[in-house]
């Protein structure tokens, strides 16, 4: 299950939490509207990078100012960072959805998007690089510990 979820409290982990639900969703999506929009595959690439990216700079930037005035994060301000990584994917996914078609090129190149993500999640479970963004980041503290972790006892919420 690893490659699916969060196996720590890293920013890296928790960008699964967005990304396949997002493909399952973009596969049922596929389903009922293939023939009715234009750049299905692309749209969808590309909503998912945005979310990733939307999700990790508006978190950074959010804590880069909340931080030092309050000394750690909040709930509400981690979801709103959370809402708007989501609303920047499903804008750019909407405009490209409705947009002109731009050719044949867009399911290759959205699928490639898609599958080249879900690879990095998979092989950055097992074999992060160590940089900040894959530490983790529990109770708002970088811990020196990356990836599968060797013991979840500090984290249990119930015992």
Same mark, same amino acid.
């Given at each position: 299950? &690893? ?13 699964? =939490? ?8 973009? +596969? ?5 509207? @293939?023939?009715? *929009?234009?750049?299905?595959?692309? &749209?969808?690439?590309?909503?998912? =990078?945005?979310?990733?990216?939307? *999700? ?23 979801? &709103? ?31 490639? =998007?898609?599958?080249? =993500?879900?690879?990095?999640? *998979? ?14 980041? +529990?109770?708002? @503290? ?7 972790? &060797? ?9």
């Amino acid at each position: 299950m &690893a490659p699916f979820g969060s196996v720590n409290e890293s920013t890296w982990e928790h960008l699964k =939490l967005f990304y396949w639900p997002g493909v399952a969703m973009a +596969a049922v999506q596929h389903a009922y509207l @293939r023939h009715r *929009v234009n750049n299905f595959w692309l &749209a969808k690439g590309v909503s998912l =990078l945005a979310i990733a990216l939307g *999700v990790s700079l508006s978190f950074y930037t959010y804590l880069g100012i909340v931080i030092p005035i309050e000394g750690k994060g909040s709930f509400l301000g981690t979801f &709103a960072t959370a809402v708007f990584g989501v609303g920047l994917g499903q804008c750019l996914s909407y405009r490209l959805l409705v947009g002109r078609p731009r050719g044949a090129w867009t399911r290759t190149a959205g699928i490639a =998007l898609i599958v080249a =993500l879900g690879a990095a999640f *998979v092989v950055f479970t097992f074999a992060p690089p160590r940089i900040f963004l894959f530490e983790n980041f +529990a109770f708002y @503290r970088y811990s020196g510990e990356y990836g599968i972790l &060797a013991d979840y006892t500090p984290y249990l919420v119930f015992r």
